[in-house]
């Protein structure tokens, strides 16, 4: 007799595979799914350990949880190869240090979607965006 295919043990495979793959712990990763149009869309967002601000890494939607995790397990494996390297530095509203973020994204615009994520744009001053070389 063939064991039964628990959905939330898959679940639980692939987003520790995404996990793994990132080399993040389980309390910098945050995995939010959105019911749309039929489809499931799975956020995934990063928590910064030093400065507590969380970002969009990517999305990706699928037919449903699982379809939408294992598309971004496969963005996962290649995104470096895909997405071009950016740097913003950025200070949040009433602080006073600067911080420094990394994000891997097509153009400038879509890093500055994953900065500003979940967040109202004026809680975040941008102070440059730069296009970091491929090496």
Known sequence: MEPINDIHVEL??????IKSHLGLDSASLVFEYQ?????????LITINPRHKQSFLFHS???FDKL???KRLLEY???Y?????PFTIQWIAKGDKELHTSYFRARNAYEALDKLYY??????I???SVVLNPVS
């Open 125 to 127: 001053t941008v102070f």
């Open 12 to 17: 639980a495979r692939v987003q520790n595979e």
């Open 76 to 78: 996962v494996k290649s």
């Open 60 to 62: 990706e939607v699928g």
């Open 67 to 69: 379809d939408a995790l």
């Open 118 to 123: 979940g967040r109202d744009m004026n809680t």
């Open 35 to 43: 019911h749309l149009e039929g489809k499931v869309k799975v956020d």
């Open 80 to 84: 470096k190869e895909k997405e071009s």
